[in-house]
């Protein structure tokens, strides 16, 4: 962990924070482990803070930008794959303690994991360092992310969406299709938890299906 401690350029006072941050549940099995002292706590805070920081971040460096636009970076910046990618570059998954079946390389529970280190960190040094270690971590690579599926593939962009608000995975339909053989265009309704969330047309079903994605997006960012 001091190497760690080291990259963050943050000291914890309180060991304890940083060991519960990388304390996977599955430490609990035949032990007197708490739920309090496994990341799960910590990474509901922790969640907060990255969206707090993100949003204060985009705010005072696009000045000009609407709501919407604002809310599409935000996403993409602390959407799970971005999350996952600064937790692997920090090679996070070496300081996890976890039983031998979890895969500690999974994307969404290094996400996880990289929100409970920063619940930790603002509990223990506040939000000053929070704010340096996403600025050097995370913001540093926005333009990377904002060129990257995460944000060009409105697809993958609505899928982590409908999940983080608890719909589900959204599902694609077919409405119609008309036109010559080789000018064919196709309509396609996407929906999540039981209700269409847009529609897209396009010259070929992928073009539609992000199209729906981008209408869909819209009525929920």
Known sequence: ???LEQILGCSF???????QAFTH??????????DNETYERLEF?????????????LYLKYGKESEGMLSKKKSAIVSGAALASVAKHLKLHKYLMAAKEVDKENPALLADVF???LGAVYLDAGIEKCREILSKFL?????????????QNPKALLNEKTQELGLGVPAYEELDEWGEVHKRQFKIAVSAGGKQLGQGIGFSKKEAEQNAAKEALASLL
């Open 139 to 151: 913001f540093s690579k926005e333009d990377e992310i904002l060129q990257s599926d995460i944000f």
């Open 25 to 34: 549940s599955s430490c609990k099995q035949g032990t007197l482990l708490l």
């Open 45 to 57: 805070f922790g969640d907060s803070i990255v969206s707090f920081l993100t949003a204060e971040f």
């Open 13 to 19: 006072k309180n060991k304890g924070l940083l060991k």
């Open 115 to 117: 929100e409970a280190m």
């Open 1 to 3: 962990m001091q190497k």
